[in-house]
């Protein structure tokens, strides 16, 4: 078989219309929370899903735009990976429902759940398809969040951070590499501090258990450190550009899981890189999960300030377990 690369073809986002600012927060919550969001977040509105939409509705909307970018039709698509942990079922794959939607019948599908750290993750696998097998031409890879129908609204702590939106990339196969390097990383033992710990296994939604711990919510339930993205990034992003073969230097491109802009701002300084090499959207959309830096990277394409052929562009993300996910990739 001739040497196959992956490439990313064309992105595509949906943000949900009804807006939550920092100002509807406070005289929700009855207290100033906007100034702090503004000051050690940025956070300073989101976007929340309406009430009849669904994770899946989200991603369609988001793969429908890139598929329209990339001049392809849903039937045309070998596999779709969906990154979430706010699926429309416990069971089965929100990618299923996606390809249903989509009329994508010729289309494998699975969900990736590593939390905020799955877009990243997916992507990775999807290069790794694309490279091996040559029945994969085309993949869809899409980040769905859809937290606030797991958010309760008394929670200053969660319900100020946490949006919905979705966002989505075409991967496809070319003679050019575009995929570089990539690496996953963990540190499991803070898989009790942050999450949706009612409905799995661990705690089934039995009417005795809600009664006792409440429905389904995203809860922070204990303390991990503060730091642990300002640590972790500088090290997993030197690791993974020298797997490149390529220097700091070399990225035109910086893309962060989009929860603290504070701590985006502490980890380019710590790579001794302008802000210039980065982008945000957390102050406009809130933190969508693992659609976030799928976004990000819509709208910095959107922007026309996007990567341009040659560029290369890095990928950076954690999620809640504490996972995290690195990529270099080649803009073709």
Known sequence: MATRYAQIKSTG????ERVITNADLNEMLGENVGDWLVKNVGIRERHVMAEQETTSDMVVAASRQALARAGLAADELDLIIVATDTPDYLSPATASVVQAKLNAENAG?????????????????????????????????????????????????????????AAAVLVSAGDEPGFLAGKLVAEGQYHDALGIYTGGTYRPATSGVIAEFGKPRVEFVRKFPATFNSDNWPPLVREVVAKADLTLDDIELFLFTQLNLRTIEFVMEALGQPMSKTHWIMDKWGYLGSACIPA???????????????????????GGGMAMAAGVWKWV
């Open 13 to 16: 986002r949906y943000i949900p």
């Open 109 to 165: 599908v699975f969900d990736v759940n590593c939390a905020c750290a799955a877009w990243v993750t997916g992507l990775d696998m999807a290069a790794r398809y694309v490279a091996t097998d040559a029945d994969y031409r085309y993949i869809l890879v899409a980040g769905g969040y859809g937290m606030t129908k797991f958010v309760d609204w008394t929670d200053k702590y969660t319900c100020t951070l946490f949006a919905d939106g």
């Open 296 to 318: 990000a990277l819509d709208d910095v394409i959107d922007q026309g300030r996007g990567p341009k052929p040659g560029d290369h562009v890095l990928f950076c993300a954690t």
